[in-house]
């Protein structure tokens, strides 16, 4: 018989530029990290296949619950670049209960490319949605560097492995 081992992440707090942001955002959306693929077809080959030549662009949103003086005036400067981490907590549940809690924390370099001015209606909480394009990301999970990706300096590591080391050999980087 197998062990049932659930992870849920259900909360998170985002600091901008080191400011503490509790209770200000109210969703985060964080980059989906696409490779790019390209197709390759050769003679001989029964069949076509799809090989990575690179990475999509890295997008994510904020979805602010009001509008802040300190978030507002760093969304304003779309050639400013700011400092995101978004910090939450891997709740892993057995048939005995929580049984850990490790931490979960994504670092971005962003551009802010979308200031909002805000959605008004009657009765109802304005609504303020912040687009931005990153450059960088890392994600350490319990203390641990599972994932970084610097697009300006070609840097591409999983798991500490530098993916792209001998490109940036081969290429003079």
């Not at 530029?17 to 029964?46: C, F």
């Not at 949103?61 to 509008?67: D, M, P, T």
């Not at 931490?103 to 805000?118: A, D, E, H, R």
């Amino acid at each position: 018989m197998s062990k049932i081992q659930v992870n849920r992440i259900v909360n998170a707090n985002i600091y901008l530029d080191g400011n503490n942001m509790l209770g200000r955002a109210e969703e985060v959306k964080l980059p989906d990290i696409t490779a790019i693929m390209a197709e390759h077809k050769a003679l001989g080959m029964v069949g076509k296949i799809e090989l990575p030549s690179g990475f999509d662009k890295l997008e994510g949103e904020i979805k602010w619950n009001s509008l802040y003086e300190e978030s507002a005036a760093a969304m304003a400067n779309p050639f400013k670049t700011m400092q995101i981490q978004c910090r939450s907590s891997i709740e892993t549940y057995t048939s005995g209960g929580r049984v850990e809690e490790v931490s979960l924390v994504t670092f971005l370099t962003v551009m802010f490319k979308k200031n909002p001015l805000g959605t008004f209606k009657q009765h109802d909480n304005a609504e303020f949605s912040s687009s931005f394009t990153a450059t960088y990301i890392k994600q350490v999970i319990k203390g641990k560097e599972v994932l970084e990706l610097d697009y300006l300096a070609n840097v591409f590591k999983v798991n500490g492995d530098d993916m792209l080391a001998t490109y940036r050999e081969n290429i003079g980087g």
